[in-house]
């Protein structure tokens, strides 16, 4: 299964901003589509997650007021509007379905994500 394609990150200074793409090519965007990121030596974590057609939104706790999840289904293109950057954001930024309303990926294959930086 073809792989979404992850773009938009980044060095950035502490309190800047980035905005990430994510584009799906070959196939149309899931129902629930989410936003992951994996930090140097941690487990990857759950971000947000946007849902189709309601756009529903929901993050993780540590990005909530910061980060704006959102999706252009014509485009097959979700995003990732990232604001008050911390250190703590720097991590490679992937992509995934969800699995229905939760904060699990759906597929097991990942893409190659985007590198965020964010310098203090």
């Known amino acids: 299964q073809e792989q979404p394609v992850e773009s938009g990150g980044g060095l950035v200074q502490v309190g800047g901003s980035l905005r990430l793409s994510c584009v799906a090519s070959g196939r149309t965007l899931s129902s629930y589509m989410g936003w992951f990121r994996q930090a140097p030596g941690k487990e990857r974590e759950f971000v947000a997650a946007i849902s189709w057609p309601a756009r529903s939104t929901y993050y993780a706790d540590s990005v909530k007021g910061r980060f704006t999840i959102a999706r252009d289904n014509a485009m097959n293109t979700m995003y990732l509007q990232m604001n008050s950057l911390k250190p703590e954001d720097t991590a490679v930024y992937y992509c995934?379905?969800?699995?229905?309303?939760?904060?699990?990926?759906?597929?097991?294959?990942w893409g190659q994500g985007t590198q965020v930086t964010v310098s203090s």
């Open positions: 995934n379905a969800v699995r229905g309303n939760t904060n699990y990926a759906l597929h097991d294959a």
